[in-house]
């Protein structure tokens, strides 16, 4: 059996996205394909590379080790196809609700100039890490707090909602309050989450409250039980529609900002932030 880029592409996709489903997503295959290529390449090394679990896919300590090595030769490969064919793409890293529509407009306007690099969107469970792993130029991240070696801009600045079950005793409310939840349980999303615990002024402790990894898990535990609820920027509800949930507007909690982060002294980055600041002051 031949091992090639595409089984160390899988291998990669796995850890940026902890999940079989989500890294079939990002490389544009089905769930059996990722999950045969991925046997393929185990069944080379003999080696157990991957451990699937209930709530998403984690690499073993044989992945790991294999990990380095195999984002180098990708990052190689990608760098000798760029140089000798089509221009290498943009990849922006994202954990959920990429097509905001700041973004879908800055997209549109980067696209309209056909000398630019195509652009892609990767779905990651951390954008941050895929930045700093180099499997991406930029990441889109939420309430963004700055960090040396990186730059950001703020593309744009969305109120939130509050998710809950069609069943849930406030479904059916024009608007809520901080003070209407404090007697439900939060779910908040490990990866990519936007409410921080003291939210509420206090550190916020609920025998209720729960942990997800992924948006789907986060939908399913507040679409199946009226007890709890998750709060999130309003184009969730546009991007991730569920029949079993309802988002009501907040009114009293602060907006969430997207912000776009980057490595400086990346040339392909650089021109496009400044068509990005650029379109802003349009």
């Keep these: 059996m031949t091992i090639n880029i595409r089984h160390l592409r899988a291998l990669l996709a796995i850890d940026d996205t902890g999940s079989m489903t989500a890294a079939a997503e990002s490389l544009g295959l089905t769930q059996p394909s990722i999950t045969r290529i991925i046997a393929e390449l185990e069944e080379h090394m003999n080696l157990a590379l991957v451990t699937r679990r209930k709530r998403g896919t984690t690499l073993t300590t044989a992945g790991q080790h294999l990990l380095t090595g195999s984002r180098e030769a990708v990052d190689a490969f990608d760098t000798v196809l760029s140089t000798t064919g089509e221009p290498k793409p943009l990849r922006i890293a994202y954990a959920w609700s990429a097509l905001i529509p700041a973004m879908e407009r800055i997209l549109r306007s980067w ?23 180099h499997s991406c130029e930029l990441a889109l991240v939420r309430d963004w707090q700055p960090q040396p070696g990186f730059e950001g801009l703020d593309i ?26 404090e007697k439900f349980g ?6 990519g989450g936007t409410t ?9 402790t609920h025998v209720l409250d729960k942990k997800t990894d992924d948006i789907e898990d986060w939908l399913t535990i507040i679409a199946t039980d009226p007890l ?35 490595v400086p002294d990346n040339p392909s980055t650089r021109q496009f932030i400044v068509s990005i600041r650029s379109w802003k002051e349009k």
């Design 111 to 133: 696209r309209e100039d056909k000398n630019h690099c195509p652009v892609e969107l990767v779905r990651t469970r951390s954008p941050i890490a895929s930045l700093t792993a």
């Design 156 to 181: 744009a600045e969305e109120p939130r909602a509050v998710a809950v079950a069609s069943t849930h005793p406030l479904a059916g409310a024009d608007t809520i309050q901080l003070k209407d939840l």
């Design 186 to 191: 939060l779910v908040t999303n490990s990866y």
């Design 196 to 204: 921080p615990i003291d939210l509420w002024g206090h550190p916020r």
């Design 228 to 262: 709890v609820f998750g709060m999130t920027p309003v184009s969730t509800a546009a991007m991730y529609h569920h029949p079993a949930v309802s988002y009501v507007p907040i009114t009293d909690a602060p907006s969430v900002v997207s912000t776009l982060v980057w």
